[in-house]
């Protein structure tokens, strides 16, 4: 696998668990959101995906692209992963109800196009 093929994989996650979050809670307020446990581990999962695939970006990469919040995906990852007991619910809501409809298109602008295959 090519180097960028490696990146490329890794936005797409990021990009496929941030958009699945979103749709995860759409039409939900917060006080729906806190009432569903099962959407709340969804989204929980979701943010790990999308703070792991970062984390698993060169520093170089990050470095060339400092728009993108890594720095806060990664810690928020880190909290879910291993220290569950102490989410704040929430900062979470925040996140996917103001940090992900942004992040969204600033990953979109990073992805490469398909290869075309020939066709």
Not at 45 to 72: D, M, Y
Not at 77 to 94: F, K, M, P, Q, S
């Amino acid at each position: 696998m090519r180097p960028e093929d490696a990146v490329a994989g890794l936005l797409w996650d990021m990009r496929r668990a941030a958009g699945e979050t979103l749709r995860f809670v759409e039409g939900l307020d917060y006080d729906q959101f806190i009432a569903n446990r099962q959407v709340r581990l969804a989204v929980e999962r979701a943010l790990e995906i999308v703070g792991q695939a970062a984390r698993r970006l060169s520093s170089e990469f990050k470095a060339a692209h400092p728009e993108i919040p890594w720095g806060n995906m990664i810690g928020q990852r880190n909290v879910l992963a291993h220290e569950y007991g102490d989410i704040d619910t929430a900062r979470i809501w925040d996140v996917v109800s103001h940090r992900l409809p942004e992040l969204v298109p600033q990953l979109d602008a990073l992805i490469p196009p398909l290869p075309d295959d020939g066709d």
